[in-house]
């Protein structure tokens, strides 16, 4: 175990060297669009617009951890830019998508953000807290260009480029737990597992489950796990041999079947819940299909796919069109919600006639109440906070259109008001 350990402080090494190396060897590179001018309708632009585009760029998994949510992300987006363009675009410019497959692997995601960045205005998506992380220092340093990334790790807060929108993962774990507490039975002297991923996001979740813990009189019992584990047999076996009353996992959705489906053949039946990019409606095709739709929970930082709202079910009909055969899942809301904030942004920039990345920056900051039609306001006018500290409590249930059903709607724990992400 120690040199797994050993290997992942490596590889974070190198990764930020590699950081380092990259902003150093780009330093003396002019950029496209570095002059700043003003182009067609008196619009300023600069890096990633023309007079007749918008670059954007999307870094995404389909071929790692998340590769089924990044697919769905992706193909959203994608749907977005082309309705977008067909009804004439933003400011007179078509809407230009350039989406890079990193696998979850953080040197394909630098290498992937360092081919885009001259090259794009910002990015709708950025799968990976870690590798967000990783290049944070460089968009806040220099390159500024907007970023949404499909993480939501509470180190990401504080960057006017970089904008996480929904509850970070320890705000959004101790709403999670919060519904144990008054919903699944668990209760003041208990034992409450927390299996995760090593890094920014599951041990961002863990200072939620840690916060709620000690709020409830609960004790945490801790397994740390990699990206790589699949197999969460003995992760079971230690949380049974504990005690524990009832589970969170912060990891990706094979990592919750794999949790799910142990516990309930070895008889842990306790209550399961996850972070919002620890499940995929996908699974419940699978052998532990049965176990999810009865001992499993999410939370979410939207309503899912299949809510009664106009706008879910014209994205529904919209998407089955486009994708025919393709599942339902909360990656595409995800990614749909992202692509409309930054068109709104944009669109304010155009309006303000400023189209570079600062004028699109400053147009963000004044979206303090978008709705995107999935049950969430989102407040991004202050770059130290999460757009949102809401949660909607999800269980899986393949008698609903997307694999999921709303059994509790948006709310905030008590616990998480008064916490500082």
Not at 30 to 37: I, L, P
Not at 251 to 268: C, E, F, I, K
Request: include cysteine; charged fraction near 20%; charge should be positive.
């Amino acid at each position: 175990m120690n040199h797994r350990r050993q290997a992942v402080r490596g590889l974070a090494a190198a990764l930020a060297a590699l950081v380092a190396l990259t902003a150093a060897g780009c330093s003396s590179k002019a950029k496209t669009g570095d002059g700043k001018q003003t182009g067609a309708g008196g619009v300023k632009t600069g890096e990633g617009v023309t007079d007749k585009t918008i670059a954007l760029g999307a870094l995404t998994d389909m071929t790692g951890v998340y590769a089924t949510l990044g697919k769905s992300v992706t193909q959203a987006q994608q749907l977005y830019v082309k309705q977008v363009n067909a009804a004439g675009g933003i400011c007179g410019r078509q809407l230009e998508l350039t989406v890079r497959d990193h696998g979850y692997d953080p040197q394909k995601a630098l290498a992937a953000y360092t081919e885009l960045e001259p090259k794009v205005v910002g990015y709708t998506q950025f799968i990976g807290s870690p590798f967000v992380a990783a290049v944070k220092p460089q968009v806040d340093g220099k390159d500024k260009g907007l970023v949404l990334p499909q993480a939501w790790s509470a180190s990401l807060l504080g960057s006017p480029y970089i904008r996480v929108l929904g509850a970070t993962y320890d705000v959004e774990t101790i709403n999670a737990v919060d519904f144990l507490l008054k919903e699944k039975g668990l209760k003041s002297g208990d034992k409450l597992g927390h299996v995760y991923f090593e890094g920014d996001y599951g041990e961002n979740a863990l200072k939620g489950s840690k916060y709620a813990a000690g709020k409830a009189g609960l004790t945490v019992v801790e397994q740390k796990i990699k990206p790589t584990d699949n197999d969460m047999s003995a992760q079971v076996s230690a949380l049974k041999q504990a005690g524990v009353k009832a589970v969170v996992i912060s990891a990706g959705p094979r990592q919750a079947a794999s949790l799910v489906g142990v516990a309930a053949a070895t008889g842990l039946k306790v209550p399961v819940i996850g972070n919002n990019s620890a499940f995929a409606p996908q699974l419940l095709g699978t052998q532990a299909g049965p176990a999810l739709e009865k001992m499993y929970w999410f939370a979410s930082p939207s309503l899912p796919i299949g809510a009664d709202t106009p706008t879910a079910k014209k994205l529904v009909a919209d998407y089955q069109a486009a994708y025919p055969g393709d599942s339902l899942d909360n990656g595409i809301v995800a990614g749909w919600t992202a692509a409309d904030v930054f068109g709104e942004a944009l669109k304010k920039a155009c309006a303000d006639k400023d189209l570079t990345r600062e004028g699109v920056d400053k147009a963000l900051l004044t979206l303090k109440a978008h709705d995107a039609g999935f049950g969430m306001t989102h407040d991004l006018g202050d770059p130290k906070a999460p757009s949102s500290r809401e949660s909607v409590i999800i269980q899986p249930d393949k008698s609903v259109p997307g694999g999921m059903r709303t059994v509790r709607q948006p709310f905030v724990a008590e616990a998480a008001k008064s916490y500082t992400p």
